[in-house]
């Protein structure tokens, strides 16, 4: 009895709180579900002295011409490439260093901590003149190399930042139980701890790839190929010197939003295997 009348006198609370979330998902999904309806538009239906929410005709005709009258799928092949090998990058450099700075005493260590934090806290805009001057100095300028050796400077620190965190929590017993059966360290770090550390190793690999895929300043800056352009930059051929091919557009933004989507369903399990353990931890 003493638990329902609990029960009763939260329903207001548990009503606002459901409330709430219900209106913070509407917000958050209702710009992904106009960027839907407008790219299955007709361009006569998208701008109207009353916005229909849905479509009066389906078409797909907005896909069809988005892909065959730019290069948009060369573009997200150039973004799928870069964003993989900077995770892939972010995920192994970061695993290393931060492994290093969790287990290991050495002089520098403190400093190094908040020396990659505070190259995390720097705006991409404010070493974008010194990386082009470095790119151009090295001939990587109009290449993907420069993409690749740029997005992990602001990727990396947070990584590393995460995945000591992972490392911090795991129990020194199970490194020094391995020792004593025979693995060495580098043996321990792979048989033993990277296999616990998948969910912060998928939250890396999530924030790296977001990044990356995401990024505009940096393509834009250092490329000037249309055929090496990534997505990001890519969209901007949709954008006339007079007009906005809006239907278009939203179509190759609904494109664009595929990937993120894939890669966070493949890594969740992983996740909410991590958010499992904080809980139990806490």
């Not at 939203?250 to 295997?273: D, E, G, H, N, W």
Request: net charge positive; glycine share 6%; hydrophobic share 55%.
């Amino acid at each position: 009895m003493a638990k329902v009348r609990l029960i009763k006198r939260n329903v207001p609370a548990l009503l606002l709180i459901y409330l709430a979330a219900a209106i913070v998902f509407l917000v958050s999904v209702f710009p992904f579900f106009w960027m839907l309806s407008t790219s299955l538009k007709l361009p006569e239906d998208t701008f109207t002295s009353i916005p229909k929410l849905i479509p009066p005709q389906f078409t797909l005709e907005n896909y069809r011409r988005a892909f065959n009258d730019t290069l948009l799928s060369r573009y997200f092949l150039n973004s799928i490439y870069v964003a993989s090998v900077v995770t892939l990058a972010c995920i192994i450099l970061s695993a290393f260093a931060a492994y290093g700075f969790s287990r290991f005493r050495f002089p520098g260590r403190k400093f190094g901590l908040m020396f990659i934090l505070c190259i995390q806290m720097l705006p991409s805009v404010v070493v974008i003149i010194p990386l082009f001057i470095v790119m151009r100095n090295f001939g990587l300028l109009n290449n993907h190399a420069s993409l690749l050796v740029s997005y992990p400077t602001f990727t990396l620190p947070l990584c590393v930042w995460m995945l000591k965190g992972f490392f911090d929590g795991i129990p020194r017993e199970l490194e020094e139980v391995a020792l004593i059966d025979g693995c060495s360290i580098a043996s321990a770090f792979f048989r033993v701890i990277l296999p616990i550390t998948l969910p912060g190793i998928a939250a890396s690999g999530i924030y790296a790839f977001i990044g990356a895929w995401n990024e505009f300043l940096f393509a834009m800056t250092f490329l000037n190929s249309n055929q090496l352009y990534t997505m990001p930059v890519g969209l901007n051929a949709f954008f006339g010197q007079f007009t906005v091919e809006w239907n278009q557009l939203m179509a190759a933004s609904v494109f664009f939003t595929i990937p993120s989507l894939v890669f966070f369903m493949l890594v969740r399990k992983y996740l909410a295997q991590g958010m499992v353990a904080g809980a139990i931890k806490g």
